[in-house]
Antibody, heavy 118, light 108 residues
Framework: QVQLQESGPGLVKPSETLSLTCTVS????????WSWIRQPPGKDLEWIGH???????DYNPSLQSRLSISVDTSKTQFSLQLSSVTAADTAVYYC????????????WGRGTTVTVSS | EIVLTQSPGTLSLSPGERATLSCRAS???????LAWYQQTPGQAPRLLIY???SRATGIPDRFSGSGSGTDFTLTISRLEPEDFAVYFC?????????FGQGTKVEVK
């Protein structure tokens, strides 16, 4: 059974960098796209970006200047770094996978809450 | 930018009733890249429907999707207790994913 698990600090100070890792178990990281999605309190889901197992990335244009997503196939992990965070970056952060845009995101992590506060 | 608007915001129904949820795009979209998800409190979203009308693995046949162009529908034929949740539509275009704001299906 494929499982995704997000990990990282639950509290980040304003202007610092938010770093999260998603660990994939039960499946290879190859042949899939790996995504980050977030949901601020009381708001809609927002796609952050995704990375193909080869390292190719697509980012949400609204976050692109602050965003980096990387993948480590040997550790079956992929990571998110979001710099210069503000309170607006407070959200539940989910990782998810998809094989192609046709099939949707079929496996999700349970999410991790990140609060930006001093 | 394509905006997905879901309606109604909240649907109050009883178990056994039929639920019809709408997802409207601000312009015509490719149905091949339209998906529906279910989210219960504290849980990750679960893929229900992909390509507008194909059920994901393990999804009961009481869930069905339809539509094309700008108007898409998720139908739950007979609500079970575990179906009371929030439902999101999602679309992919130009290397980006967009989500609707969600419809909450609550017990009447």
């Amino acid at each position: 059974q494929v499982q995704l698990q997000e990990s990282g600090p639950g509290l980040v100070k304003p202007s610092e960098t938010l770093s999260l890792t998603c660990t994939v178990s039960g499946a290879s990281i190859n042949k899939y796209y790996w995504s980050w999605i977030r949901q601020p309190p009381g708001k809609d889901l927002e796609w952050i970006g995704h990375i193909y197992y080869t390292g190719s990335t697509d980012y949400n244009p609204s976050l692109q200047s602050r965003l980096s997503i990387s993948v480590d196939t040997s550790k079956t992990q992929f990571s998110l770094q979001l710099s210069s965070v503000t309170a607006a970056d407070t959200a539940v952060y989910y990782c998810a996978r998809f094989m192609s845009h046709y099939y949707g995101m079929d496996v999700w992590g349970r999410g991790t809450t990140v609060t930006v506060s001093s | 930018e394509i905006v997905l608007t879901q309606s109604p915001g909240t649907l109050s129904l009883s178990p056994g009733e039929r639920a019809t949820l709408s997802c409207r795009a601000s312009q015509s979209i490719t149905s091949s890249y339209l998906a529906w998800y279910q989210q219960t409190p504290g849980q990750a979203p679960r893929l229900l429907i992909y390509a507008a009308s194909s059920r994901a693995t393990g999804i009961p046949d009481r869930f069905s999707g339809s539509g094309s162009g700008t108007d898409f529908t998720l139908t739950i034929s007979r609500l079970e207790p575990e179906d009371f949740a929030v439902y999101f539509c999602q679309h992919y275009v130009s290397s980006s994913w967009t989500f609707g704001q969600g419809t909450k299906v609550e017990v009447k």
